[in-house]
């Protein structure tokens, strides 16, 4: 019951925030047993679902695939794929499809950088600098 009461509360906050309030609310009432997941579809003909967990902190947050993949939007495609590290550092894209593409055996699950900063969603050319 507990629980239950923990994710509505998440639910609601996270709605009245937008999408980075997910990630600060599940922190903020202590809830990292219960990691807020969205499930995405990519823009294939079959219409292909993947559920990401979101985790982070109050100044930036990411997302992983179920096994533990990080990923990143491709805006131009619009498809999610695995996440990969550009020359300075920063997330973005590779281009295995996430639920689509096997991961590559070059990523490793829970690829992170080095040095997290400033406001982050994991999209192509990400990290407001």
């Not at 709605?15 to 309030?21: L, N, R």
């Not at 281009?95 to 699950?109: A, E, F, L, M, N």
Request: charged content about 15%; hydrophobic content about 35%.
């Amino acid at each position: 019951m507990k629980a239950t009461f923990r994710i509505i509360l998440i639910c609601i906050l996270a709605v009245a925030s937008g999408i980075t309030g997910i990630a600060n609310a599940y922190q903020l009432f202590g809830a990292e047993d219960i990691a807020p997941c969205v499930t995405y579809t990519q823009p294939d003909y079959y219409g292909t679902q993947f559920q990401a967990k979101l985790w982070g902190n109050s100044i930036w947050w990411e997302q992983e695939t179920s096994d533990g993949y990080t990923i990143a939007l491709n805006q131009a495609t619009g498809y999610w794929c695995y996440a990969v590290l550009d020359s300075n550092g920063f997330y973005t894209h590779s281009t295995y499809r996430v639920g689509i593409d096997s991961p590559p055996p070059t990523i490793q699950p829970h690829l992170r950088r080095s040095s997290p900063g400033g406001c982050e969603a994991v999209v192509e050319g990400s990290a407001l600098r």
